[in-house]
């Protein structure tokens, strides 16, 4: 039987993320980096049937130039967080796979996303039907020219400001028809793609705090269409750390009085998060956790600071006050210092395996036992990291 | 029906945790304090048949001069940690408490340990029996003169030196006849006392790195005698913090090059753990939970220094070196300011009340469902804290 | 010769670091404390004549109700930093000193500082001159009442919101004609009180961010009327730091790239500092000194947030990432947990006694020598800790 | 005028520093990297007689297998430290002074450091003197082969442990004929070396806390010879910061209680220093300056830890906990995470400039204005890194 062939499309295709990814699949691969940060990869789920990293096919959307190969290298050149050796090893997987990069349909662009846009052929949208059209196009010309079983469609793309769903958006039946309004959008960017993916059946994953295809509508519709869907905002660092020590002091009945969280970075996705509007969206992703895990709302503060220098080491300070027996308080402060891309990469991989393992099992709609990955995971109020991982310790059990 | 009196014996009763047990309980009676800190006053454990705060009697040994009163606020003097206005309204409920001190019984001295004995009235045995005896004898006077229902032995005193167990020490039969002997020491100070309080039938709980109960000969005591018993070393600060991280690295498969951990702390504590021999026990306990979280052993490094300023206040930086995707390294480090009497306190209460609940339901031998509270729990080899509080529900689920 | 009798007059006297400053100097004045945190203390100044602790009589203005007593318990009850005993034996002292206090007199009102006044008998003055007169009135009748030799006028009030200088705030000859007129303000709060004391021959210190003496045309005035001052905005925490650190980084040619200071704190003056408006201040303030003591400007960020639960104690992470040799990024971080009256209130004493002693010298204008205490030394460009330290040697070795 | 040609004589020439300094000299030379780090390349130090990069020769002993491109490229693998293009156009340089390298010389070998010996053409010496003829050969080749009309020796080996001066070791006299003598030694390797140096007229700069040139009878030597020499220690991390901070508290009168600081690095100056007896010279040279700087001891703590996985990134956590006015009790922390050999490279450059400098200058004997390189200065008590820097730019400012 030959094998399996899996497509992974990613939407922001020449950012820090998407090339880490398509670098790591392809050192993974040729055996050049252990499998070090990969969830899927641990020693308990041995035996399920996810994809070899050499099974999988890269493609993407992006308005800015570059491709797999010069997004790497210049991450690589700001942060240096790569091995030479790796990059020499793996240039022509990257150069590869960059043929199947598409530009990106603009449609409803974001001011602080589209600054960064620099690629002349563009295509510009007149309405989401056409935006959502002319991606279809490209996801299934990628498909067929790369003779792929599947493919998983990831959002890896700047992340867009917050905003409330509208009634149309709450519904399949009055958003279609409004798909073929010019003004109005009807959806966000984040939308429009997730809208073409999942209405071309296709597993779709979204790593950032964007709507994507949480919007009830699009929830809707990969229920109609039998496709799998996870998100959203990954959750790789301070956040992380949140939801393991938010539940240790709910446990030990320590009852936290602050708890003020500062991330600098100076990656782009730093540079977006900067504009005001953009960044709301992570800050609010980032924060509302503690309430529900600690039962009541402590004071908090977030904030995300675009520090150039730091490029793809963010680095987040965190100070919690909290009162122990007889009113005593107490403090403990952590910083963390990690490289985003590397962190998020990994995670990019088991998703999409996990996405992939989903749509052969025939299940749709949001994967609950996904939780653990994110910090608002769809359709799970658990925000424990223990107990999201749990649940995917029972699902990947349940199904073996 | 009478309410029910349950007596607390503290050994080591003029040390700083169990002062502030003692203030604390004062205070929960007369509702000076809400029971943050208390792990059995969290919401899920409502209902229970715990002791209330106002049915305990305490009472305790000690080698050092002083009471709960002089020892309460030597530790408020130094530290800055209680409130004039609960010192005030607790004072007379501390007194009274304190004609139940006894002077300690010295067997076998250590010496970082006796450097602190400062008390006339100490009484001298020549074998463990005599100790035993002499301490069975304080124990009876006290549950009798105060008309005690109950009694739980707590062991709160300074951290013993490390041992390999004898022969005689892992089998009761070979164990009692040693009792009568001068030399060598068939038992260590700590498990005299825990012989005493478990022949008497009466429940043990070790907050210490001592091995009191934990030798396999006094384990068979316990069961013989239908007593329960848990230990050992409550988990209060930088090691509970490990017991929820290390898990976390280990899921996301971080690997972990490094776990630095530098401990600072100026209380009675510190000053019997600046003998390195004494310090060992400490160290060990701390240390050993990595290799069981991580499923292997990485570098690791665990020092605890008296510097006299910190009084009460422990303060820890650990240092964590991690490798991500593509063998990139990370960090991360936190610091944790806690104060150690206070910390403890409360869990102490906890594990007095679980351990009378215990014995009422006719349980024997180890607590299992106590791991969540020690660094080495007895009988237990699971170390993730929310695998442990899990334990903990289950249990107070099962007999609810 | 009877003693001098010195007078205090604390702008804001119900504040934290007034009311600590008044504590602070009955305790020196009756041996209850050492000298720490004094630096007119040390013992290369010892020899000159400085008023001793009990040459002062306090009194003051504020906009709230309180007095000495109240707001040192005040503080005491929220941030646990005095020693009862102190505060016992101190009490009376600190009554007779309130007995001095009048209430503020509104001319020209900031939002964010008026919801702060909860005091019935306020004055409220339709023009500056009446503010000025009813100030002065208040000031003189302290000075005869207390038969003072001198008197000194510290602001210790709120910050206010920065504003660029009038034409007429930097000419005397333009500015008392506007001084009748009821608006547009003349001057601001602190401009109105410090016209005052200056106007009346009083040496005035300003220990905010405040404009206060700093306008050009209160310069001139406190040089027509031979008067000293001092100012601005004390340097106690991250940016005392900050002038020790930047010339070390400088002279080890090492390149800041970036410096990133994160403030939380929750006293009054944090409430404050969380009014967008006068936050401004103080974040220009803590951040312009680093271009001058690198020659360069790298990226920086200063925060400020009103953090409830650390009530006095500020908190700072400061995150400071350099270039070295070969282009290697280094990382040095540190973290502040001072407590803010605390270290404030005994460089008030210092400064009131450097004041007291330049009027009697007969100096007047700018006390350059005191650049080592302020963020914003008025007159003086040098912000290196250590060469303004030595201004303040030089000075006071030439006048010994 | 032919330029100058000064030899560069590097003892330990495979160590990070001694690899990172040729690096740099290279990477200089060939203008590829600019001259952050380096003291001497200051802005207000310009215009003096200092060697351009392209001055240098480079040689050196090592008792290690290698050269300065093997040691270059393992020092990046393992931490990460270089660009690849800098690495790659300097190869040439560090290949044809790799032909200037010997084997070194042993006479009197340390367990620790000579565990760290691989080279087998290593020269055993009977005596002193055998050891000094040997190496002054070494020397003497390498300034007739390449032309040399200077040559600086730097001490970049291991740190020895410490050890009290003998008599011998005190008194040139007596010192000569003793090194005659097979047993006991007459002088440490380090000694043995800088005999050597000076002996021959050389200059000598040691960077390590080994005794080197401080014997009095060396002392005595480098004055009758007329040469030039500085040390011992460079300062370049943790203890800056201490030499920085130490005065600021001092100055403001905050009494230091303790100042914990906890070393953790994995280079093989780690290594080394993991072995007690080496590590006693590094933590007292660390720790003696605080009392120094603060004029009374307070309790201090210095740990130094092998951590192999932080390869040349030296990590430091301080703790300094100090009293301030009314007795309260402060904190502050810092990390320190920096690349020991990167940092002390450009330091080197800036001493053997120095001690070519005044070597051309006629100067013998200690540098006193070289104290703020240094943790322990040659014959300067001054600590406070302010005033050390003074004293540097006091000597420039006087020769120009």
């Known amino acids: 039987m030959a094998q399996r062939r899996v497509g992974l499309w990613l939407i922001g295709a020449c950012g820090g993320v998407a090339s880490t990814t398509a670098l790591g699949l392809s050192a993974l691969a040729r055996g050049h980096t252990p499998t ?5 990869a641990l020693p308990q789920f041995r035996g399920h049937d996810f994809d070899e990293p050499a099974a999988f096919v890269l493609g993407g959307h992006d308005i800015r130039k570059g491709n797999f190969v010069t997004a790497a290298r210049e991450l690589h050149e700001r942060a240096n967080v790569f091995d030479e050796r790796t990059l020499a090893a793996c240039a022509g997987d990257l150069e590869t796979w960059s043929a ?40 299934k010309a990628f498909k067929a020219a790369n ?6 469609v990831v959002n890896a793309a700047s992340t867009e400001p917050p905003f409330e769903a509208t009634d149309e958006q709450k519904s399949l039946e009055l958003l279609v028809p409004a798909l073929d309004r010019p003004a109005p959008a009807a959806l966000p960017t984040s939308g429009v793609y997730a809208f073409a993916a999942i209405d071309a059946g296709l597993p779709y994953v979204n790593m950032t705090p964007s709507r ?30 949140k939801s393991v020590l938010a539940p ?23 540079q977006v998060l900067n504009d005001p509007d953009n960044k709301v969206s992570k800050v609010k992703s980032k924060d509302l956790l503690l309430a529900e895990l600690l039962g009541y709302k402590p004071q908090s503060h977030v904030s995300i600071e675009y520090i150039e220098s ?10 919690i006050h909290f009162e122990g027996f007889l009113g005593t308080k107490m403090m403990m402060q952590f910083t963390w210092q990690g490289c985003d891309s590397l962190l998020a990469a ?31 995971p769809v359709g799970v109020t658990e925000h424990d990291f223990g107990k999201q991982f749990q649940m995917l310790e029972d699902y990947l059990v349940g199904i073996k």
């Open 310 to 319: 730091l490029d793809d080491w963010k680095t987040a300070w965190d100070h």
């Open 36 to 40: 070090t940060g990969m969830v899927t």
């Open 147 to 152: 003779k792929l079983d599947q493919v998983v």
């Open 212 to 241: 994507g295809a949480t919007l009830p509508a699009l929830e809707e519709l990969a229920r109609k269409r039998g496709v799998p869907h996870a998100g959203q905002d990954l959750k790789t660092g301070e956040t992380l750390i």
């Open 346 to 376: 990994p995670l990019v991989i088991d998703l999409v395996r996990l996405a992939a393992l989903a749509q052969r099992r025939g299940e749709s709609g949001p994967m609950p036992h996904t939780a653990c990955f994110f910090k608002s």
């Open 248 to 270: 240790m002091f709910a446990r030990r009945n320590l009852r936290v009085l602050s708890w003020v969280g500062h991330n600098i970075l100076g990656n782009r996705d730093g």
């Open 100 to 139: 199947n990069l598409r530009p990106g349909v603009v449609y409803r662009p974001n001011a602080a996303i589209t600054a960064l846009a620099d690629r002349g052929d563009m295509r510009r949208a007149n309405t989401a039907r056409e935006a959502i059209d002319a991606i279809q196009g490209d996801l």
